[in-house]
């Protein structure tokens, strides 16, 4: 969450792989504080590749997670941001 408040422009817009969109800072936060409330406990984030290229970022990251409701999640995701005066104005996320 810390990243989420730090990095992201008010008027950020995220686009989720599957079509769900924010379009501020606000509802990622509202989301993001959904998700992050269900787990229990974090087993790994793994960075494996991230690159820049002007304005635009990819990221490549595996997230593993222990649930509140004792399931475990396991994904792979890449992430693609630009970025305005250092701050993320859009984010895509995409299945690995």
Do not use: C
Not at 11 to 26: C, I, L, M, Q
Not at 38 to 54: F, Q
């Amino acid at each position: 969450m810390d990243a989420v408040h730090k990095f992201f422009a008010p008027h950020a817009k995220t686009v989720d792989f599957d079509g769900s969109v924010t379009k501020t800072k606000a509802e990622l936060v509202t989301k993001m504080e959904g998700f992050t409330g269900s787990i229990a406990e974090v087993l790994e984030i793994k960075l494996h590749h991230a690159s820049l290229e002007n304005q635009v970022s990819f990221s490549e990251y595996t997230f593993h997670f222990k649930m509140k409701d004792g399931s475990t999640v396991l994904w792979h995701e890449i992430l693609r941001a630009v970025w305005e005066n250092n701050l993320i104005v859009e984010e895509e996320y995409f299945k690995g």
